[in-house]
């Protein structure tokens, strides 16, 4: 694999949808999403959960076929190349589907062999994953009572047995600690740094800023906005929140009172967010009219905030 | 140092598919576990069988009837025996384990995202259970061989046929385990289908015992044709007409078995 590491600016795109929809019956899983991922570039798809992200990712994973629309993937088609395209894929599904009655290392071997990798080549790829999975030291610990982190960087190791060209990442982290969350990212941009394009999807606006250069933000099926995680935010959020907490079962009662302080103000069940350039100021002002909230903070506008702009509802819920 | 993953020797094949053999190495693997558990009892279930029922229940028979069709219960037995212990690896084979393989350990989905396609994981399988029925079937020869159950060479050829028989039945139950969202199908299967076949086939007694109506019923069945015809080879009874007759059947259930398979698989897993 000569390109890697050295992206060709004039390649064409890894990865390029047009119109793509995905429906089962009626439910209308993908409507219509235009999407172009690059080489060497880390691309996003973020969304609340049902958004249609994991349909996306499976149709690029060529076991979904598109209902309308095209798609290509390495510039070719799902629909009749698949097991070619699959053949330079790295697959990281949500649920992990590793055989927990092997050892890790086996784990590693009967995946390299179903991508017809000589047993030798799959016994030394094992070695170089396992170290770069930081597994080594329980290459021959079968996988049932691994940790979940453990359990998941095994699964990044696996889908990099045939040296993908693209590595599908289906919710890396969920359900992982703080702690088994960033070995992983940490993982992942090592992986970036090697030039590997990485696809993720994430309900996770950290996740998202952490990882992606590159985004789209997806509600309903459909592609709401998109671009960088700084653009993103500039375009839709201000530079601060300011976070206030009531003692009150309805946090609508206080919007009078907060009227004037900030851009904009969005109510949540347990608190008021006020979108404003300076936090500080607003928090002044609150202070001034002698308000009285239970709590209140400042912070930097993140992903979240562009996504409830964008459809008044909270990412994770 | 970063160099060092996608860069490496091995990093550089081009993959390819690993076809249905990388499936069934997969699951020989998986066996290597247990095969020293799955090993005693391959080799204990004959011996309780024709040691309990044939030389027990044999005794009995073979007194107060003088055998069955001429030969001792222990003869008549030992045949359908074998037919069924075949019918039971597969059948094991291809329930738990394929439903596990979609809904619980998920496995299949890790094969799917590969190049391998529904056609070669069903191949895949299948031919990792023939071993495996292969092997019931002989260690289950031998045993009964060395009780001095067996009367002619001809009994090597049961192997064979008993062993399409299993198979005939793995496919269907391979077919229906794939389709199902929870186990309780495969308790059905195991109570509804495996178990009357075992005991109304002709496995203990011929079905000529059973009242009229059943009688097609059981020429219907898998496991009578199995049965026939290797009690046919092993007592030397048999006819080429006959054991045409047996295989072609059973091949045909093979078949329809297999072709379901795929396709309920590739509904299964893609969608």
């Known amino acids: 694999m000569a390109g890697y590491g050295h992206p060709v600016p004039a390649s064409p795109p890894m990865i390029l949808a047009n119109g793509l929809v995905k429906a089962f019956g009626d439910f209308i899983a993908v409507d219509g999403i235009d999407v172009e991922v690059r080489q060497g570039e880390s691309f996003g798809f973020l969304g609340p959960n049902g958004a249609g992200k994991s349909s996306t990712m499976r149709m690029i994973g060529c076991v979904s076929p598109p209902t309308a629309g095209t798609l290509t993937v390495l510039g070719m088609d799902p629909r009749t190349q698949g097991p070619q395209i699959r053949a330079r894929l790295g697959v990281v599904p949500q649920r992990d589907s590793l055989d927990e009655e092997l050892t890790v290392e086996e784990n590693i071997w009967v995946y390299g062999r179903y991508f017809g990798l000589p047993r030798s080549v799959v016994k030394e790829r094992a070695r170089e994953l396992l170290a770069?999975?930081?597994?080594?030291?329980?290459?021959?610990?079968?996988?049932?009572?691994?940790?979940?982190?453990?359990?998941?960087?095994l699964t990044i190791a696996r889908a990099l047995v045939n040296t993908p060209q693209i590595l599908l990442l289906?919710?890396?982290?969920?359900?992982?600690?703080?702690?088994?969350?960033?070995?992983?990212?940490?993982?992942?941009?090592?992986?970036?740094?090697?030039?590997?394009?990485?696809?993720?999807?994430?309900?996770?606006?950290?996740?998202?800023?952490?990882?992606?250069?590159?985004?789209?933000?997806?509600?309903?099926?459909?592609?709401?906005?998109?671009?960088?995680?700084?653009e993103l935010i500039d375009r839709y959020s201000t530079r601060e929140v300011l976070e206030l907490r009531f003692d009150s079962d309805d946090h609508g009662d206080h919007l009078r009172s907060v009227d004037g302080i900030a851009d904009r103000v969005e109510v949540l069940p347990d608190r008021l967010l006020l979108y404003t350039r300076d936090g500080e100021a607003a928090h002044s002002e609150v202070i001034r009219r002698e308000l009285e909230p239970l709590s209140a903070l400042v912070r930097r506008s993140t992903l979240e905030d562009v996504f409830l702009h964008l459809t008044g509802r909270t990412l994770v819920d | 140092m970063t160099a060092q993953l996608l860069d490496t020797p091995t990093a550089r094949l081009v993959p390819a598919s690993g076809g249905w053999s990388s499936v069934t190495?997969?699951?020989?693997?998986?066996?290597?576990?247990?095969?020293?558990?799955?090993?005693?009892?391959?080799?204990?279930?004959?011996?309780?069988?024709?040691?309990?029922?044939?030389?027990?229940?044999?005794?009995?028979?073979?007194?107060?009837?003088?055998?069955?069709?001429?030969?001792?219960?222990?003869?008549?037995?030992?045949?359908?025996?074998?037919?069924?212990?075949?019918?039971?690896?597969?059948?094991?084979?291809?329930?738990?384990?394929?439903?596990?393989?979609?809904?619980?350990?998920?496995?299949?989905?890790?094969?799917?995202?590969?190049?391998?396609?529904?056609?070669?994981?069903?191949?895949?399988?299948?031919?990792?259970?023939?071993?495996?029925?292969?092997?019931?079937a002989t260690v289950f020869l031998g045993v009964a061989a060395a009780l001095g159950t067996v009367r002619s060479w001809w009994a090597l050829a049961a192997v064979p046929v008993t062993v399409?028989?299993?198979?005939?039945?793995?496919?269907?139950?391979?077919?229906?385990?794939?389709?199902?969202?929870?186990?309780?199908?495969?308790?059905?299967?195991?109570?509804?289908?495996?178990?009357?076949?075992?005991?109304?086939?002709?496995?203990?007694f011929p079905i000529e015992q059973l009242p009229g109506w059943l009688q097609p019923v059981a020429?219907?069945?898998?496991?009578?044709?199995?049965?026939?015809?290797?009690?046919?080879?092993?007592?030397?009874?048999?006819?080429?007409?006959?054991?045409?007759?047996?295989?072609g059947y059973l091949t045909a259930w093979l078949v329809a078995g297999l072709v379901l398979s795929v396709r309920i698989l590739q509904r299964r897993l893609v969608d």
Not at chain 2, 184 to 204: E, I, Q, W, Y
């Open chain 1, 170 to 230: 289906d919710e890396p982290t969920t359900g992982l600690d703080p702690q088994a969350r960033h070995a992983l990212w940490d993982r992942l941009f090592r992986l970036k740094r090697e030039g590997v394009t990485l696809v993720v999807t994430t309900h996770y606006m950290d996740e998202a800023e952490q990882l992606c250069d590159r985004l789209v933000v997806m509600d309903q099926g459909r592609i709401v906005a998109q671009g960088s995680p700084r």
């Open chain 2, 25 to 136: 190495e997969h699951l020989l693997l998986q066996y290597r576990r247990v095969w020293f558990g799955s090993a005693i009892s391959t080799f204990l279930a004959p011996l309780l069988y024709l040691a309990g029922m044939g030389f027990g229940l044999g005794m009995l028979v073979d007194r107060t009837a003088g055998g069955i069709a001429g030969v001792s219960y222990v003869a008549f037995l030992a045949p359908g025996v074998l037919a069924v212990t075949a019918l039971q690896v597969a059948a094991g084979e291809t329930s738990f384990p394929v439903m596990g393989a979609i809904k619980w350990q998920r496995t299949y989905y890790g094969m799917i995202a590969t190049p391998l396609r529904p056609r070669e994981i069903v191949v895949g399988h299948q031919v990792y259970v023939l071993l495996r029925v292969t092997m019931a």
């Open chain 2, 219 to 247: 020429w219907a069945t898998p496991l009578w044709h199995a049965v026939d015809a290797s009690r046919a080879l092993s007592l030397g009874t048999a006819t080429a007409g006959g054991i045409l007759g047996h295989v």
């Open chain 2, 164 to 204: 399409l028989g299993g198979m005939a039945f793995a496919t269907c139950s391979y077919a229906w385990s794939a389709r199902l969202d929870n186990d309780r199908g495969l308790t059905l299967m195991f109570r509804f289908v495996v178990m009357p076949m075992t005991l109304f086939s002709g496995t203990f």
């Open chain 1, 132 to 153: 770069f999975a930081q597994l080594t030291d329980r290459a021959r610990s079968v996988v049932e009572p691994l940790s979940g982190g453990m359990k998941r960087r």
